[in-house]
Structures are given as structure tokens and as C-alpha cells.
């Protein structure tokens, strides 16, 4: 992705464009370059004129030709650079969903195989082609891996770039597999990753929560642990200062109120998953509410910010920014999505959320690096015009390059860790990109920096007579 110091990617934002950071600090400094040649030959030529000598007049008009030329010439790449960035941005566009349909294209072919293997062999043939598939992508996973551990001489399979990109295809491709198996799949298919069909994401997601998982909604505590005075963020990386652990007493959620009267709006930042225990007792942020969230039903951890919110008093045609990490990112484009709040944005931290699309009148960021495992469990990014109005902020991390963990839940996965995540978002607002600076614009009402008021609520579940989700279908969600 990126070749400069910070790695910081920006991609989508309704164009197919890709800048690196050192991509735009070169071309800004080209520009101040051809600006200070400019003056410089400008003053030389007014100087030649004055001069006394043939000599001296002919130093001085080759020097005003060789200041020309490198103005021209600092034009002239500063272009090119930003011509190169743009070109990259949609050849590799291009390729991620070339990469995605011949995904889906082996995806499928495997099904086919499986259904024909079993009609002449019964039910040795899925194991051959289940075996042999098995086979291929573990000699792939140990090639790869050795081949890391030499270049890094470190072995830490979940963060390899590549196996994660792959992971993201599998993944995307599940579907298309089943299609493949029941002779269904078509054409259109191969180039549409439809989370919500009848074989994708969401329902396998829900039919792993209700056979492995305990289910979601059983009553919730939510109860406001603090309130105090505090000022409103002036950046967008004060955005994720702002963001709670939801392992400290205070809480999962915290709500801030800029403004009052009819100028009230409200910043609303969610915690990530607190506990990935199977059965979690009191927790609401717990797997199985990631777990729901993907499958988009009705989750513990998403309930708990609606009564939060409402609790605090956030009237539905009130601006709202929610801003999450993780499970607190797919929260967030879940109320965004079905909450019935006006979301005035949307800020997501290293969320599983690439295949939720929005409506286009809500600004979307979306900040990931490519060693983070938790955005692959979303699958590949939803691709066409819904997902270009997506920004995303992308950064590589290299080894040993994440910085000090910021939250025992993440020492394992630096990657995922928000103070990394800081660091990139810090990295692309300051490198003046035009599409981060049109987001901050576009939710700028909440970058004020002016005195507001906030509160922090903690969620438990009280009881463990739960009611049980829906499984089948795209069963209508409860209103709330």
C-alpha cells in the first residue's frame, strides 16, 4: 500500500482515487518548491538587466534557464505524482474485485465438484474435494508463514497482510460455494457479495449464534455511572481519545452533549468487546453480540447504547456521531443503520463493518490496518458506489513497528490495539488529504471544541431468560 514513514492510506470517499501520506507531503513539497523557484527566477531576471558584462549577463541568464527548468520540472512531477496516486488508487480497485470474483469463481467450481464427486462416489466425494481444498490452502498458510518468519524472523500467521486478504475472500466466497454445491450460482453472482442473501454472511452468522451461543435479549441494566463538564473534540483524533474501555467501572458507553436547546447535538462513543467468553454471564459486549451484530439481529451490546441514548435524552431528530473500536464500530453502523436516530456520521475504528453500506447522506470514515484480523471477519469491502462514498483510512504496520498496547485485550493483536489506531488517523488529518478534510467538514458541528456535558453509563444483563433471535430469513427487527 504505502511506501512513507507512516504508511497512512486514504481510499474511497466517493472516488477510486488511493494517496499514501508521503505521497501528498511530496507533492506539497514540490509545490512549495516550484513556488520559491518561481521567485527566485522571477528576482534573476530583474537582476539581469542591471548587470555590466557579457560574462556576467550570460551566468546570469544560463542560471535563470537552469531556475526554470526546475521549476518546470517540480511542476511537472508534483503532477505526475498525484496522477500515479489516483491511477494506483483504481488499478487497484480493479483488482480487488478481479480478486474477488475469481474467489468466487473457485468458490463455486469447488461446490460443482462436490456435488458431481458425490452423485458418482456418494459420500467419499466431498471429503476428496473438502481434502484436497484443505490441503492446498495448508500448504499455502505454511509457505507463507515460513516465508515471513525468514523476512521477519518473527511467526505471527494473524497478522500477515496476505493470509488476512485471503481469509477476507474465503470468507466473501462462502456463499457462492453453496450456490456452487446446488447448481445455482450465476454470472452476477460472481461479482456481487450480497451479506444478506440466502447463504451469506448474516444468516451464517446467526446460525452459528444459535447453535453455539447463548441468545440475546434478555432484560439489560443500563445505568449512568458519571456526568461531568468537559470541552468537545477539535480533530477527528480526538474523536478516539474519547473512546471508552469497557472493562473500567464507569462503562461501555460514553454520550456527550454539545450545544443546548435546539442546537443540541451529540457524540455518541462505544466500546469495544469487553470479554470473548462463550457465555458471558452479565456482559452485554461479549461474543455473542459480536456474533449478532455481523448477522445484523438484535444484539445485547447494540440494545444497551439505544437505552443509553435514549436514557440521556437524545431526541431522534437530534445530529448524532457515533464513533466505535471493534464490536463498539459495528454497533455503531448498526444504530446508524436501524436506531431510527439522525446520524450526522459515523466513525469507525478497526470494525468488522466493510460490507455495511449506509445511507449516502451519512459520512462514514473508516479507519483499519492491514494486520488487523478483526476487519477481515466482515469480509471484503462492499465494492461499487456504495462502497467508494465508504473513506477509508488504511495503514500497514510493520513488524515490531505498533507501538506500547494500550489495552490488555489487545497486547496480543498490537494491530488491533486503538492507540495504533490513533496513530494512523493521527497521520492521515495531518497530511492534509482532500477527502479527510471534506469529512471533517462534513461533521464539523461536532469539532467545535466548545464546553459540553458528558455522562458514562455501564450495561449488565439481569436476568438469563432470554428471548430467542430469529435465525431464518430477513426477519423484521424489534422496534425500539
Given at each position: 500500500m504505502s511506501d512513507g514513514p507512516d504508511g497512512a492510506t486514504v481510499s474511497g470517499g466517493g472516488t477510486i482515487a488511493v494517496e499514501t501520506v508521503a505521497m501528498v507531503e511530496a507533492a506539497q513539497r514540490l509545490a512549495w518548491s516550484e513556488q520559491r523557484l518561481g521567485e527566485l527566477a522571477a528576482r534573476t531576471g530583474a537582476c539581469i538587466p542591471t548587470l555590466t558584462g557579457a560574462v556576467r549577463r550570460a551566468r546570469a541568464e544560463e542560471?535563470?534557464?537552469?531556475?526554470?527548468?526546475?521549476?518546470?520540472?517540480a511542476a511537472a512531477v508534483g503532477g505526475a505524482l498525484t496522477l500515479?496516486?489516483?491511477?494506483?488508487?483504481?488499478?487497484?480497485?480493479a483488482v480487488l474485485d478481479l480478486q474477488r470474483g475469481l474467489a468466487a469463481a473457485l468458490a463455486a467450481a469447488t461446490g460443482g465438484a462436490m456435488r458431481a464427486l458425490t452423485a458418482v462416489l456418494g459420500p467419499l466425494g466431498p471429503v476428496i474435494v473438502v481434502g484436497a481444498a484443505g490441503e492446498a490452502a495448508g500448504a499455502f498458510f505454511l509457505l507463507r508463514t515460513a516465508q515471513?518468519?525468514?523476512?521477519?524472523?518473527?511467526?505471527?500467521?494473524?497478522?500477515?497482510?496476505?493470509?488476512?486478504?485471503?481469509?477476507?475472500?474465503?470468507?466473501?466466497?462462502?456463499?457462492?460455494?453453496?450456490?456452487?454445491?446446488?447448481?445455482v450460482e450465476t454470472p452476477a453472482d460472481l461479482v456481487r457479495d450480497d451479506p444478506a442473501g440466502p447463504f451469506g454472511r448474516e444468516r451464517t452468522a446467526a446460525l452459528l449464534a444459535a447453535l453455539l451461543l447463548h441468545p440475546a435479549g434478555a432484560p439489560l441494566s443500563v445505568v449512568r455511572t458519571e456526568q461531568r463538564a468537559t470541552r468537545s473534540p477539535h480533530r477527528l483524533v480526538d474523536?478516539?481519545?474519547r473512546l471508552p474501555d469497557g472493562g473500567e467501572p464507569a462503562g461501555q458507553v460514553r454520550i456527550e452533549q454539545l450545544g443546548s436547546g435546539s442546537d443540541r447535538r451529540w457524540i455518541v462513543s462505544i466500546a469495544g468487546t469487553v470479554t470473548f467468553a462463550r457465555d458471558s454471564d452479565d456482559e452485554p459486549f461479549d461474543l455473542a453480540s459480536d456474533v449478532l451484530g455481523v448477522a445484523h439481529r438484535p444484539s445485547d451490546s447494540e440494545r444497551a447504547v439505544l437505552v443509553a441514548m435514549r436514557r440521556a435524552g437524545i431526541g431522534s431528530d437530534e445530529p448524532v456521531l457515533l464513533v466505535g473500536h471493534s464490536q463498539g464500530a459495528l454497533d455503531a453502523?448498526?444504530?446508524?443503520?436501524?436506531?431510527?436516530?439522525?446520524?450526522?456520521?459515523v466513525v469507525q475504528v478497526g470494525g468488522p463493518t466493510g460490507q455495511i453500506v449506509l445511507p449516502p447522506d451519512v459520512p462514514v470514515l473508516a479507519v483499519e490496518h492491514d494486520e488487523d484480523l478483526v476487519p477481515v471477519l466482515g469480509g471484503t469491502a462492499a465494492s461499487g458506489s456504495a462502497g467508494l462514498r465508504r473513506l477509508v483510512v488504511e495503514r500497514s504496520l510493520p513488524d515490531g513497528g505498533f507501538g506500547v498496547a494500550t489495552s490488555p485485550a489487545t497486547a496480543s493483536f498490537p494491530a488491533h490495539d486503538l492507540g495504533a489506531y490513533r496513530r494512523t488517523l493521527e497521520a492521515a488529518e495531518a497530511s492534509g488529504?482532500?477527502?479527510?478534510?471534506?469529512?471533517?467538514?462534513?461533521?464539523?458541528?461536532?469539532?467545535?471544541?466548545?464546553?459540553?456535558?458528558?455522562?458514562?453509563?455501564?450495561?449488565r444483563r439481569i436476568s438469563s431468560d432470554p428471548v430467542p433471535p430469529a435465525v431464518g430469513g430477513a426477519a423484521p427487527r424489534p422496534s425500539r
Open positions: 542560471a535563470l534557464a537552469l531556475l526554470v527548468r526546475a521549476r518546470e520540472r500515479a496516486s489516483r491511477r494506483y488508487g483504481s488499478i487497484e480497485h515471513r518468519a525468514i523476512e521477519t524472523g518473527r511467526i505471527a500467521p494473524q497478522a500477515d497482510p496476505v493470509l488476512l486478504r485471503g481469509l477476507a475472500l474465503v470468507l466473501s466466497s462462502l456463499d457462492d460455494g453453496v450456490r456452487g454445491a446446488l447448481l474523536l478516539l481519545d453502523v448498526r444504530v446508524a443503520q436501524d436506531g431510527g436516530y439522525r446520524v450526522g456520521g488529504d482532500a477527502r479527510v478534510v471534506a469529512f471533517s467538514a462534513a461533521v464539523g458541528r461536532f469539532l467545535d471544541g466548545e464546553r459540553s456535558t458528558t455522562t458514562r453509563w455501564r450495561a
